[in-house]
C-alpha cells in the first residue's frame, strides 16, 4: 500500500476541492445513515480514512463525540481549520490506522469512501484492530465497492478541467482501477487500486476477525448522471453498498 499516501496527496493538488472543502450536503447524508443503521444517541465514533474531516465535522455537529484518523497531515490540518470554524471539540490524529494505538473503545466505528486499498489479508488484519476498537454491542459502518459497477465502468472517462481521470477493472483479483493525469503530461498518471467485493464475498473475508455481517444497505449510486447518496434501493446499481457490522 505505498501508493496511498503519494495518490492522494497528488489527487487533492488535482482537485482542491476533493478533501479540502467545506462540510456539505453530502457529509450530512453521512450522518442520516448513522441514524438510519445505528439508532443510538449519545454514543461516541471512530472515523477511519477521514480525509479533510468534512464527515467527522457533520457527525460532530449532530452531538457526536467523533475521533477521526487521517494519514496525510494537509488533510488533518484542513480538519483542524474546519473545527475551529464550526467551533466543534473532536479529536484528530494524524496517522496509519494500521499503525495507531487507541486508548479508548467506540460505539460506532466508520470507513466511507476509500476501503479496499489493501489486500484480503490486509483487510483483515484492518478488522482485527476495529474489533478491538469498538464496545461489547458496538457498530462497524464499511462503504464497499461492487464488482459489477467496476466491471462496468471499465474504460470510461472523465473530464476536470485539465485533469483527466480513466476507470480499469482487474478481474481476476476483482480490484477497481483509476488512473487520473494532468493533460500534456500523461507519462506523470498516478493510479489507485480498490479491491470490490459482493457481499457473498465480503462475509467470507471477515470471517475469524472477530466481526460478522449483520446487514447491508444499498449507497452511493448513478441515476441518469446524477451522484445519489444514499442512493435508491437497488443493490444491483450500486457502486457501493454499506455494510453493517457487529461483534460476534
Aim: aromatic residues 12%; glycine residues 8%.
Amino acid at each position: 500500500m505505498e501508493w496511498v499516501k503519494g495518490f492522494y496527496k497528488k489527487q487533492s493538488d488535482f482537485l482542491k476541492d476533493c478533501y479540502l472543502s467545506e462540510v456539505d450536503d453530502f457529509a450530512k447524508e453521512k450522518v442520516s445513515i448513522i441514524e438510519k443503521m445505528v439508532n443510538k444517541k449519545n454514543i461516541n465514533i471512530l472515523d477511519l480514512g477521514a480525509g479533510g474531516g468534512q464527515n467527522a465535522i457533520a457527525m460532530s455537529l449532530n452531538g457526536y463525540s467523533v475521533t477521526m484518523i487521517e494519514l496525510l497531515e494537509e488533510f488533518t490540518a484542513h480538519a483542524e481549520k474546519l473545527a475551529k470554524q464550526y467551533n466543534q471539540d473532536l479529536t484528530i490524529i494524524q496517522g496509519d490506522f494500521y499503525k495507531v494505538k487507541l486508548d479508548q473503545t467506540f460505539d460506532l466505528v466508520t470507513y466511507w469512501d476509500g476501503f479496499g486499498i489493501g489486500t484480503d489479508e490486509e483487510q483483515r488484519l484492518l478488522f482485527k484492530r476495529i474489533a478491538s476498537w469498538i464496545k461489547k454491542d458496538g457498530i462497524v459502518l464499511i462503504e464497499v465497492y461492487t464488482p459489477w459497477y467496476a466491471g462496468y465502468s471499465e474504460g470510461k472517462e472523465m473530464s476536470f478541467g485539465d485533469v483527466k481521470r480513466k476507470y480499469g477493472f482487474d478481474p481476476l483479483n476483482s480490484r477497481w482501477l483509476d488512473s487520473w493525469w494532468k493533460v500534456g503530461d500523461e507519462e506523470q498518471v498516478i493510479n489507485q487500486s480498490l479491491r470490490c467485493y459482493s457481499p457473498a464475498d465480503f462475509k467470507l473475508m471477515i470471517e475469524g476477525t472477530g466481526l460478522t455481517l449483520d446487514k447491508i444497505e444499498p449507497c452511493l449510486q448513478y441515476d441518469g448522471g446524477e451522484r445519489l447518496y444514499p442512493g435508491i434501493e437497488k443493490l444491483g446499481k450500486s457502486i457501493t453498498y454499506l455494510a453493517k457490522m457487529i461483534k460476534v
